[in-house]
């Protein structure tokens, strides 16, 4: 994973519509000096899998249209995940540090659909099957669940686990009559040896939930949908079928083609070291005198990565190697240009594999127009002999 930290106001405003992150972790290392926001996202059918989002007061602005968080990590002090958006975490865990005591606050929703008794329902912030945690040293009966920032506007834990920490009467008011505007909602809470909670002493205007109302309103299919059009995060988040049947001649690997697959993650020895739009990927930059380990990973249309594969050891019979091997020809970078002393065939690709260059026979490859970034640059000479760079573009 990639870690992207700052002492800022912002660390990253995601802005587009269809965006999908994995395995990132994004800090905003402020500490307690007001907002501090980790991530803001403004943009719709975002998917952020296998995140963390960690900071302080407001870490997670989930600032408008629709988001969907799986098996992420949040954490803060201060209204640390609050916004106008529609926005699902699912299977993620809450992690509360000491110093805080409000974990939502919902805003002015503004998706809005009709109930069957003809309602106003509020897709706002949901909480589905997760776990709200605590850092050692946060007291018992320290955190609410959430505050309206304004109103109208929604929060709801759906089959959570919470620790002690959580305040018997679950939620706190804000401003006038804020809290009056909108929902407050859990059902079957739980505390995290996984027993119900006694939620008696909740405040009266927040709301237990029944089975039939979470079947109807709180499932993914109604919650995200928009215009009547369901949108199913959940396919695409799912990563596609490890590759298998892993085997190699030496360094030359190959492996099942994976239905679906646009490309694949090669890594040796727990580190990427190269990618491959087929089942077959020669490394050429390997150590000889040690034993390798190798795995596979297949690439999605959205950039999901799959599990690994089976991992293969490969051992030469190289015992020893007089210099470091000399490369094929001679590759340089400077001016965000990769210059070749022969020609080649060049492919440029982004840490997740996807192809964002490609050139054929040529002495050099511009890469303006590129985002700032880490990639990687694989040049293959005429006799099939192949170098592999890897680059920052940008601030390193």
């Not at 929902?183 to 939620?199: C, K, M, P, Y």
């Not at 015992?319 to 002393?341: C, G, M, Q």
């Amino acid at each position: 994973g990639t870690n992207i930290s700052t002492a800022t106001s912002y660390t990253i405003w995601a802005a587009g519509d269809d965006l999908y992150m994995e395995n990132m972790t994004v800090r905003n290392t402020a500490g307690n000096v007001g907002q501090a926001v980790a991530i803001r996202t403004t943009g719709d059918r975002q998917i952020y899998k296998n995140c963390k989002f960690l900071g302080f007061q407001d870490t997670y602005y989930a600032h408008s249209k629709r988001q969907y968080n799986l098996d992420c990590y949040v954490e803060g002090a201060t209204d640390f995940i609050f916004g106008d958006a529609t926005t699902v975490f699912e299977n993620s865990v809450i992690n509360c540090v000491e110093g805080g005591q409000y974990i939502t606050a919902h805003n002015d929703t503004k998706l809005i659909s009709k109930t069957a008794d003809d309602k106003n329902f509020y897709h706002g912030l949901l909480f589905l099957d997760c776990t709200v945690t605590a850092n050692e040293g946060v007291p018992a009966n320290r955190y609410f669940l959430g505050r309206p920032w304004g109103a109208p506007g929604s929060t709801a834990f759906i089959n959570t686990k919470m620790g002690n920490h959580i305040r018997s009467e679950g939620w706190s008011e804000w401003n006038n009559s804020n809290h009056l505007n909108g929902t407050f909602a859990e059902f079957q809470s739980r505390d995290l040896a996984g027993e119900l909670l006694d939620v008696s002493q909740r405040v009266a205007w927040s709301e237990q939930l029944t089975a039939e109302a979470v079947e109807t309103y709180y499932n993914l299919d109604y919650f995200l949908k928009k215009d009547n059009v369901v949108w199913n995060p959940r396919s695409a988040a799912e990563g596609l079928a490890a590759p298998a049947a892993l085997t190699s001649n030496l360094y030359a690997l190959t492996w099942g083609t994976v239905e679906g697959a646009k490309g694949y993650v090669i890594t040796r020895n727990e580190a990427v070291v190269g990618f491959s739009e087929t089942n077959n990927f020669t490394d050429v930059q390997v150590d000889p005198t040690i034993e390798n380990t190798y795995s596979v990973r297949a690439v999605s249309d959205n950039g999901n990565l799959s599990p690994n594969s089976s991992e293969l050891k490969v051992q030469s019979t190289v015992t020893t190697v007089k210099d470091h091997a000399v490369p094929a020809f001679l590759v340089t970078i400077e001016n965000r240009k990769v210059i070749s002393s022969e020609k080649v065939d060049v492919e440029v690709y982004t840490l997740s594999g996807k192809t964002v260059k490609k050139l054929k026979n040529t002495l050099q490859v511009t890469l303006d127009g590129l985002a700032d970034g880490v990639y990687l640059v694989k040049l293959i000479n005429r006799k099939g002999e192949a170098v592999v760079k890897k680059l920052y573009l940008g601030a390193k």
